[in-house]
């Protein structure tokens, strides 16, 4: 078996959205966060070592430069020992232990001595030393060295503080930048997957479900036309399930005309035969003129079935929709007349001729007038109505004074096979709106509540100047 397509779990846009921009971020806040540590620790080495060149020329200048105690108040204000060299590297002051050997270092006076603030690095003791030479004049001594030797590892620490707190700020910038973007993409695809969500329902069948609007933005509109498009199929579905059903009448009335006809043409040709064979009796002749004659009925009868069916093709001339309309009207007037029903002529005389079929328009008007008929059993008033709309469409309107339509029929009075008659096929309606429609016109029913009268209101509209 063949999965259905939303058996799968799709790839959320969610992730599509918020992964890009995160490791964008990321990157670029790791990138600034290394050459940010970069730069900070040059400034603080260059910080240092100007520090460095102050302490030592301030201290070389001093008069003090031989006095031990000074040299270790010095040394506990600056973090720093502090070494004095004669010209031959023997040392003269030392703020070091007592027993230190710093011969090895003789080496840093070494060169030229004329230069001033040489800066170098030293290991002494398994510790690391940024250490600047400053050469000097003392009174006794001649030329000196003054040496101050600065243990490297709390520049590093300094160093590494500053480096774990930047990283913490770019992790907390990654971390929020991730939480924002979630924030923001939720806003856009939460939308997007109820909409996929409801077009999953829909895909099973369940055309109950609506997409659910919130606001006028691309995807609120989306919605909206979302909706739209569902309301058109459930329209085309119920089209489409009407038009079965007339096919279905169609092709059960071509059945029922064969197999029918053919036996009553039979009965119509022996019928007339027994009629000649009794001129001498009257009373038979007569029985049997009627039966011809109801046969006749008969066959008509399958002919209007198979006409409302199928309407076939339009003959289309040019008629004055009054005139049309009072033909019907004098055809059913004797029966109008026998049942109480008052008639009432509201027309326009300033009609235009439309194209139309009349035979055609002829019978969805007799079929309204019938059904106005039957809603008054007891009598009462029926008032044809013609006039031009502000967009100069033709209107036809029919208003009888019965009981009106009923909440329950009135979304389904124009299905096939519907009818409230305890006769009838429930095509009569159908078919007329079909034939309406084939015109290019459009036919509603619907109680007169907006008159303040009882009763139903037909209303056929055809198309301005006929087109």
Not at 58 to 77: D, F, G, R, T
Not at 147 to 170: E, V
Not at 208 to 236: C, P, W, Y
Not at 415 to 437: A, D, V, Y
Request: hydrophobic share 45%.
């Amino acid at each position: 078996m063949r999965p259905s397509v939303f058996s799968f779990k799709p790839k959320r846009i969610l992730y599509r959205i918020i992964l890009p921009f995160t490791l964008l971020f990321a990157i670029t806040s790791i990138f600034s966060w290394l050459f940010s540590a970069y730069l900070i620790t040059r400034y603080l080495d260059q910080i240092l070592k100007s520090q460095m060149e102050q302490v030592a020329s301030a201290v070389s200048k001093s008069s003090y430069i031989l006095n031990p105690a000074v040299l270790y108040q010095i040394k506990e204000i600056i973090k720093s020992d502090i070494v004095l060299f004669d010209k031959d590297g023997r040392t003269i002051r030392s703020t070091f232990p007592t027993d230190t050997d710093l011969s090895a270092f003789r080496f840093l006076i070494q060169g030229d001595k004329n230069r001033d603030f040489e800066e170098m690095d030293l290991n002494f003791n398994g510790e690391q030393y940024r250490t600047v030479i400053n050469p000097l004049v003392l009174t006794d001594t001649g030329l000196a060295f003054l040496s101050i030797w600065m243990p490297k590892r709390d520049m590093a620490q300094l160093r590494t503080g500053i480096i774990i707190g930047l990283g913490c700020i770019c992790l907390f910038g990654i971390l929020t930048m991730a939480v924002i973007a979630y924030i923001i993409a939720r806003t856009i695809t939460a939308p997007v997957e109820a909409l996929a969500g409801v077009t999953e329902k829909i895909a099973l069948g369940d055309f109950t479900k609506r997409a659910e609007v919130n606001g006028i933005d691309e995807i609120g509109r989306l919605g909206i036309s979302f909706n739209h498009m569902i309301d058109q199929v459930k329209a085309f579905e119920k089209q489409l399930v009407e038009s079965e059903k007339l096919a279905t009448a169609g092709q059960m009335a071509a059945g029922l005309a064969h197999e029918i006809r053919n036996p009553l043409t039979s009965i119509k040709m022996f019928g007339q035969v027994l009629q000649k064979r009794l001129k001498d009796r009257p009373e038979d002749e007569k029985t049997f003129l009627l039966l011809v004659k109801e046969i006749d009925r008969l066959d008509r009868i399958i002919q209007e079935i198979i006409d409302r069916a199928n309407p076939g093709k339009l003959h289309l001339e040019k008629h004055n929709p009054n005139k049309v309309l009072n033909e019907v009207i004098d055809i059913a007037g004797q029966s109008l007349n026998a049942q109480h029903i008052k008639v009432q002529k509201n027309f326009s005389p300033h009609l235009p001729e439309i194209l139309m079929d009349a035979e055609k328009i002829k019978s969805v008007l007799w079929n309204l007038v019938l059904n106005a008929k039957d809603a008054m059993p007891k009598g009462g008033e029926i008032i044809f109505t013609t006039r031009i709309n502000a967009n100069d469409a033709v209107e036809v309107i029919i208003e009888d004074s019965g009981l009106g339509i009923d909440v329950e029929s009135e979304e389904r009075l124009f299905q096939p096979f519907f009818t409230t008659k305890p006769e009838g096929m429930g095509l009569g309606l159908n078919i007329s709106r079909k034939i309406i429609k084939i015109h290019g016109g459009s036919l509603t029913l619907k109680n007169r509540e907006e008159s303040g009268k009882n009763g139903t209101k037909a209303l056929i509209s055809f198309p301005a100047k006929g087109e």
